[in-house]
Nanobody, 124 residues
Framework: QVQLVESGGGSVQAGGSLRLSCAASGYSSGDYCMGWFRQAPGKEREGVAR???????TYAQSVKGRFTISRDNAKNTLYLQMDSLKPEDTAMYYC??????????????????WGQGTQVTVSS
């Protein structure tokens, strides 16, 4: 059974940093495309960052240059380092895992496993 458990969310002032973690069990995080998504109140869930099996990364334009996705295969853990946070980054952040190696062309429907989410709140 695949389980994804996020941690690291919290409240921070604008300009601050947070590091989200996603510990995977029952799943080999290094073999597939994994990603971070977020959903703000009243908005649709959107992709934030993805990393494929080969370490290739893609980011939403809104977070490019501020967020960094990474993975520790030995710990089977996915990370999202968030710097220069803005109030518009406030959302519930979700870790997601797919069964495809490449992230290109993957839709949210390709991510069959989701964590419970961790709240990030950025105040101005």
């Amino acid at each position: 059974q695949v389980q994804l458990v996020e941690s690291g969310g919290g409240s921070v002032q604008a300009g601050g940093s947070l590091r989200l973690s996603c510990a995977a069990s029952g799943y080999s995080s290094g073999d597939y495309c994994m990603g971070w998504f977020r959903q703000a109140p009243g908005k649709e869930r959107e992709g934030v960052a993805r990393i494929n099996r080969y370490g290739g990364r893609t980011y939403a334009q809104s977070v490019k240059g501020r967020f960094t996705i990474s993975r520790d295969n030995a710990k089977n853990t996915l990370y999202l380092q968030m710097d220069s946070l803005k109030p518009e980054d406030t959302a519930m952040y979700y870790c997601a895992a797919s069964l495809v190696s490449w992230c290109n062309g993957a839709t949210q429907g390709d991510f069959g496993y989701w964590g419970q989410g961790t709240q990030v709140t950025v105040s101005s």
